[in-house]
């Protein structure tokens, strides 16, 4: 496990250990996945725990996508 690693997994615990119920975060650089990893709850109720294939409802999450996605669009054309 590389500095990044442990940074992601210790990101991802700090955030559970607050209001996060759990949560799964992916590091993508030029030549692909570089790291994977997941901490938490998938569901409070039967305590089974989140894993990177743990599938999350988004909601209002793809507002900040579509506004990013547009800004980076915007900032390419002259």
Do not use: C
């Not at 992601?8 to 250990?17: G, H, I, P, V, W």
């Amino acid at each position: 496990m590389d500095g990044r690693a442990s940074n992601l997994d210790l990101a991802l615990e700090q955030l559970t250990s607050r209001r996060v119920p759990g949560v799964s975060a992916a590091v993508v650089g030029p030549d692909g996945l570089e790291q994977i990893s997941s901490a938490g709850m998938a569901d409070l109720s039967s305590g089974r725990p989140a894993t990177p294939e743990t599938i999350y409802l988004w909601f209002s999450m793809t507002k900040v996508v579509t506004a990013a996605a547009t800004t980076q669009l915007a900032e390419t054309q002259p």
